[in-house]
T-cell receptor, first 111, second 112 residues
Framework: AQTVTQSQPEMSVQEAETVTLSCTYDTSESDYYLFWYKQPPSRQMILVIRQEAYKQQNATENRFSVNFQKAAKSFSLKISDSQLGDAAMYFCAAHGNKLVFGAGTILRVKS | DGGITQSPKYLFRKEGQNVTLSCEQNLNHDAMYWYRQDPGQGLRLIYYSQIVNDFQKGDIAEGYSVSREKKESFPLTVTSAQKNPTAFYLC???????????FGPGTRLTVL
């Protein structure tokens, strides 16, 4: 069975600062993908970043980057230069034989 | 514009009635999915389909049914057997399994 754990129910960050959201996962699949999705108040799920497990290099998308530690089964998301529009619920997800989501982390951005 | 549409955005039904949620995509994706989201929780998979006329149960399929007669459409029926149907329902699609899933705007179902 696959599991995804997000241990931080809520996080806060000052505008322009950096914040890291934690995620750990467990899967028996040898080939899998990891994702971070953002869900703003509109509730539309938006893909933030994607990481293939076979790639050692950490994925980066503009201000968003991940720290992928395969042996530790850890997949954290770093948001640099935080903006007010980054405020949302963030979900970590793992796709082995199916896509499994964590419970989410609410990110608040203070101006 | 390519995308996924779900209708209606809000749906109210009386207890004991079946209700069908619509999901349409024009992305030419083979795979489609239905998720349920409860307050403060992540998404849970109800059903998924990787090809027309074929679908599989997810983690919480009891009380739900689906059909996949066309590639573009994957409607979800919430039956009276579903004990607690009030929730936010999200439809998604992907090119194939393993690829990132693209989500519709969701339907908020409230059973009175």
């Amino acid at each position: 069975a696959q599991t995804v754990t997000q241990s931080q129910p809520e996080m806060s960050v000052q505008e322009a600062e950096t914040v890291t959201l934690s995620c750990t996962y467990d899967t028996s699949e040898s080939d899998y993908y990891l994702f971070w999705y953002k869900q703003p108040p509109s509730r539309q799920m938006i893909l933030v970043i994607r990481q293939e497990a076979y790639k050692q290099q950490n994925a980066t998308e503009n201000r968003f980057s991940v720290n992928f530690q395969k042996a530790a089964k850890s997949f954290s998301l770093k948001i640099s230069d935080s903006q007010l529009g980054d405020a949302a619920m963030y979900f970590c997800a793992a796709h082995g034989n199916k896509l499994v989501f964590g419970a989410g982390t609410i990110l608040r951005v203070k101006s | 514009d390519g995308g996924i549409t779900q209708s209606p955005k809000y749906l109210f039904r009386k207890e004991g009635q079946n209700v069908t949620l619509s999901c349409e995509q024009n992305l030419n994706h083979d795979a489609m999915y239905w998720y349920r989201q409860d307050p403060g929780q992540g998404l849970r998979l109800i059903y998924y389909s990787q090809i027309v006329n074929d679908f599989q149960k997810g983690d919480i399929a009891e009380g739900y049914s689906v059909s996949r007669e066309k590639k573009e459409s994957f409607p979800l029926t919430v039956t009276s057997a579903q004990k607690n149907p009030t929730a936010f329902y999200l439809c998604a699609s992907s090119i194939v399994s393993y690829n990132e899933q693209f989500f519709g705007p969701g339907t908020r179902l409230t059973v009175l």
